[in-house]
């Protein structure tokens, strides 16, 4: 079939030049001839020609493939590719919803606020133009240009946050050189502002620019964005960020806007409303401080319980931190004071403290210990100040454990209201023919309670706490349990620990008959308000509905009604008669324990410092508040928690 390309067929054919005639096969063939004198006409070998011939086709049809798939296969892809290159998109901020106390009072508060911010994609990618762009850009700020070159290289991100919070004269230079900055714009932003009077930090925590990492795993975030870094802002961080939206702009090669290409709107946050009472939070930060003042300590808790529901009406933690230095732009400095500082004002001690427990601990072990029937709430046991307890070896070895003060003959109520040592020694680890209840079932109780696990409450940094018992001090110690052990933690010494929450919670459910509930700081969701349109246009905004967090049960019925029964009246006794005398005056009879236990320092006069405790129902009959109240490292013998409890009850009926 190739014979049409035969040379012999085209031997009539030659190039004629000055001087000299050339046939076309010598152009061709004269590389195959053996003999420079001897004329060679050769044919091209079918093969040959049939293997171009291929060569040729298969470049012809890969490239008419290549047309078609670009043109027709990929083409709208290619095409929305093609012009995105010339579209920018810019984040419409979302309004982060708002906080508001149970009584619609606001504490969290949005600021106005600007950015400065670059897109490398935008950038001129030439070296010289690229090199103008960010010398205008650090000379703009006062900031070295060394120093923006390692920003932009140093990070994956299209988008670099080169200056927050723009004060109004950088704002006012920035709005100016915008324009000759290509890919560099000013981006409205919104601050948090948080109420400073009342101790709120630990509980609203802070927003702060997101960080790199949490840059990567959030979606929908951008450079500028401010996230919730701690508290009630961390936790609800998907209900009050709300959706941010988007506007796309078409600019050409040159960076001039062309035209705006629309946008997908943003949805604002929802707002939260907290079971929180500010004017109580205030109260209770108020005399909790003034106290600490009085004393000389530095560190104390107060908690405020709605035992029917679980609502946390107030938490104070101090020392405390200002939130606003944060969500507003904390300098190094600063940072490091707050980091620095031994007492730890970012530490969080109402849920995070981590405390043995003292006497208030008692009415939990003598509910359990009626709960399982080792003891009759009428029968009376004789105390002497101390029990000996002869080693189980050895007898001729003797070990006392001792009480603060001999109570004679005591039974259950007379044992809370008084705070009898050897009386809970007696029903916790058992003596002569009283039965105890030894390890298992005191941990059992402890933990029917809610302690030594998180209560759930829905703040971040929750500690555990822990109940000790034989196995964990065999894995933890290396070491066996003895009887000294058991008595200890009847009395709440020894290793247990436990938070100034779990106390609340646990008494939350003494005080309302045996009900333990999750402790909770949001009450409702506001949900976004909604666009009603009217008949003949025109449309009315409806106001946000709220949406109530039902209150969470986390166990029911922990101990019979009458044991708690017994149990609710020896704390009242513990009000009328007992350790807790001082809180006899209030407007509503309320029940209360106090404790004590051992930090292991001692002043220079050989006394030691104490944690200090009180926790208290009220009022008796239809309780509607648990206080619990801890101050660490009081000094013996000092009044410390009574007065402030006093205080912020007696303001708390007189309120009401």
Same mark, same amino acid.
């Given at each position: 079939?190739?014979?049409?390309?035969?040379?012999?067929?085209?031997?009539?054919?030659?190039?004629?030049?000055?001087?000299?005639?050339?046939?076309?096969?010598?152009?061709?063939?004269?590389?195959?001839?053996?003999?420079?004198?001897?004329?060679?006409?050769?044919?091209?070998?079918?093969?040959?020609?049939?293997?171009?011939?291929?060569?040729?086709?298969?470049?012809?049809?890969?490239?008419?493939?290549?047309?078609?798939?670009?043109?027709?296969?990929?083409?709208?892809?290619?095409?929305?590719?093609?012009?995105?290159?010339?579209?920018?998109?810019?984040?419409?901020?979302?309004?982060?919803?708002?906080?508001?106390?149970?009584?619609?009072?606001?504490?969290?508060?949005? =600021?106005?606020?600007?950015? +400065? /911010?670059? #897109?490398?994609?935008?950038?001129?990618?030439?070296?010289?133009?690229? *090199?103008? @762009? $960010?010398?205008?850009?650090?000379?703009?700020?006062?900031?070295?240009?060394?120093?923006?070159?390692?920003?932009?290289?140093?990070?994956?991100?299209?988008?670099?946050?080169?200056?927050?919070?723009?004060?109004?004269?950088?704002?006012?230079?920035?709005?100016?050189?915008?324009?000759?900055?290509?890919?560099?714009?000013?981006?409205?932003?919104?601050?948090?502002?948080?109420?400073?009077?009342?101790?709120?930090?630990?509980?609203?925590?802070?927003?702060?620019?997101?960080?790199?990492?949490?840059?990567? =795993?959030?979606?929908?975030? +951008? /450079?500028? #964005?401010?996230?919730?870094?701690?508290?009630?802002?961390?936790?609800? *961080?998907? @209900? $009050?960020?709300?959706?941010?939206?988007?506007?796309?702009?078409?600019?050409?090669?040159?960076?001039?806007?062309?035209?705006?290409?629309?946008?997908?709107?943003?949805?604002?946050?929802?707002?939260?409303?907290?079971?929180?009472?500010?004017?109580?939070?205030?109260?209770?930060?108020?005399?909790?401080?003034?106290?600490?003042?009085?004393?000389?300590?530095?560190?104390?808790?107060?908690?405020?319980?709605?035992?029917?529901?679980?609502?946390?009406?107030?938490?104070?933690?101090?020392?405390?931190?200002?939130?606003?230095?944060?969500?507003?732009?904390?300098?190094?400095?600063?940072?490091?004071?707050?980091?620095?500082?031994?007492?730890?004002?970012?530490?969080?001690?109402?849920?995070?403290?981590?405390?043995?427990?003292?006497?208030?601990?008692?009415?939990?072990?003598?509910?359990?210990?009626?709960?399982?029937?080792?003891?009759?709430?009428?029968?009376?046991?004789?105390?002497?100040?101390?029990?000996?307890?002869?080693?189980?070896?050895?007898?001729?070895?003797?070990?006392?454990?001792?009480?603060?003060?001999?109570?004679?003959?005591?039974?259950?109520?007379?044992?809370?209201?008084?705070?009898?040592?050897?009386?809970?020694?007696?029903?916790?680890?058992?003596?002569?023919?009283?039965?105890?209840?030894?390890?298992?079932?005191?941990?059992?109780?402890?933990?029917?309670?809610?302690?030594?696990?998180?209560?759930?409450?829905?703040?971040?940094?929750?500690?555990?706490?822990?109940?000790?018992?034989?196995?964990?001090?065999?894995?933890?110690?290396?070491?066996?349990?003895?009887?000294?052990?058991?008595?200890?933690?009847?009395?709440?010494?020894?290793?247990?620990?436990?938070?100034?929450?779990?106390?609340?919670?646990?008494?939350?459910?003494?005080?309302?008959?045996?009900?333990?509930?999750?402790?909770?700081?949001?009450?409702?969701?506001?949900?976004?308000?909604?666009?009603?349109?009217?008949?003949?246009?025109?449309?009315?905004?409806?106001?946000?509905?709220?949406?109530?967090?039902?209150?969470?049960?986390?166990?029911?019925?922990?101990?019979?009604?009458?044991?708690?029964?017994?149990?609710?009246?020896?704390?009242?006794?513990?009000?009328?008669?007992?350790?807790?005398?001082?809180?006899?005056?209030?407007?509503?009879?309320?029940?209360?324990?106090?404790?004590?236990?051992?930090?292991?320092?001692?002043?220079?006069?050989?006394?030691?410092?104490?944690?200090?405790?009180?926790?208290?129902?009220?009022?008796?009959?239809?309780?509607?508040?648990?206080?619990?109240?801890?101050?660490?490292?009081?000094?013996?013998?000092?009044?410390?928690?009574?007065?402030?409890?006093?205080?912020?009850?007696?303001?708390?009926?007189?309120?009401?």
């Amino acid at each position: 079939m190739f014979d049409f390309l035969s040379f012999k067929n085209l031997k009539h054919l030659s190039v004629k030049r000055p001087g000299q005639e050339i046939e076309l096969q010598e152009v061709f063939f004269d590389r195959f001839v053996q003999n420079p004198t001897q004329e060679l006409e050769v044919p091209l070998s079918k093969g040959i020609l049939g293997t171009l011939y291929g060569i040729f086709l298969l470049i012809t049809i890969l490239f008419l493939s290549k047309t078609f798939y670009f043109q027709i296969v990929a083409g709208s892809t290619l095409s929305a590719q093609a012009e995105s290159n010339t579209i920018r998109s810019f984040p419409i901020r979302s309004e982060r919803g708002v906080i508001y106390d149970n009584f619609m009072r606001q504490l969290v508060f949005n =600021k106005p606020s600007f950015d +400065f /911010v670059c #897109d490398k994609r935008y950038i001129p990618q030439g070296r010289e133009r690229r *090199e103008k @762009v $960010l010398r205008d850009v650090a000379d703009l700020f006062g900031t070295s240009l060394g120093d923006l070159k390692v920003a932009f290289d140093g990070t994956n991100q299209s988008e670099i946050l080169v200056r927050e919070n723009l004060s109004r004269d950088q704002l006012i230079r920035a709005e100016t050189k915008t324009p000759l900055l290509e890919g560099c714009e000013v981006r409205r932003n919104t601050l948090r502002e948080y109420v400073r009077e009342g101790g709120l930090s630990h509980v609203l925590g802070y927003t702060a620019k997101i960080s790199p990492e949490e840059l990567k =795993k959030g979606k929908s975030y +951008f /450079v500028t #964005d401010q996230i919730g870094k701690t508290g009630v802002e961390k936790s609800y *961080e998907e @209900v $009050l960020r709300g959706e941010p939206g988007k506007r796309f702009v078409e600019r050409d090669t040159w960076g001039n806007v062309i035209r705006e290409k629309g946008q997908t709107p943003s949805r604002s946050g929802e707002s939260l409303v907290l079971w929180l009472d500010l004017e109580l939070q205030q109260k209770i930060q108020e005399a909790l401080q003034k106290n600490l003042e009085k004393i000389g300590a530095k560190k104390g808790v107060a908690i405020a319980m709605d035992p029917r529901t679980g609502g946390i009406l107030s938490m104070v933690s101090i020392p405390e931190f200002d939130n606003n230095l944060f969500s507003q732009g904390i300098s190094y400095e600063q940072y490091q004071d707050i980091v620095e500082d031994p007492l730890s004002p970012f530490f969080n001690r109402a849920i995070a403290g981590l405390y043995p427990t003292g006497s208030i601990i008692k009415p939990l072990i003598g509910a359990a210990a009626l709960q399982e029937r080792i003891i009759d709430s009428a029968k009376s046991l004789v105390t002497e100040g101390f029990i000996k307890v002869p080693h189980r070896y050895n007898p001729e070895i003797v070990y006392t454990f001792h009480d603060w003060k001999n109570h004679g003959s005591v039974a259950m109520r007379d044992a809370i209201a008084v705070s009898s040592n050897a009386y809970f020694y007696m029903i916790g680890g058992g003596f002569q023919d009283q039965e105890g209840l030894g390890p298992s079932r005191i941990k059992k109780y402890l933990s029917l309670f809610g302690w030594g696990k998180e209560t759930s409450l829905d703040l971040p940094g929750e500690a555990r706490g822990l109940i000790p018992d034989p196995d964990w001090k065999k894995k933890a110690k290396g070491e066996g349990w003895w009887d000294g052990d058991t008595y200890f933690l009847s009395i709440g010494q020894g290793d247990l620990l436990a938070t100034p929450l779990q106390v609340t919670v646990a008494f939350g459910a003494v005080a309302n008959g045996g009900t333990l509930y999750e402790p909770m700081m949001a009450k409702e969701i506001i949900k976004n308000s909604d666009v009603l349109f009217r008949e003949g246009g025109g449309a009315d905004r409806q106001e946000g509905k709220k949406v109530l967090i039902a209150p969470r049960t986390i166990r029911s019925d922990i101990i019979d009604p009458e044991n708690l029964k017994v149990i609710r009246e020896g704390m009242l006794q513990a009000v009328t008669r007992g350790s807790a005398v001082m809180l006899n005056e209030l407007p509503e009879a309320v029940a209360a324990k106090t404790g004590t236990a051992q930090t292991g320092r001692k002043d220079e006069e050989g006394k030691d410092y104490l944690y200090s405790w009180v926790t208290v129902f009220a009022p008796y009959e239809t309780p509607e508040v648990v206080l619990t109240i801890l101050i660490e490292e009081t000094k013996e013998g000092s009044f410390t928690v009574l007065p402030v409890a006093r205080e912020v009850l007696k303001w708390y009926f007189t309120k009401k």
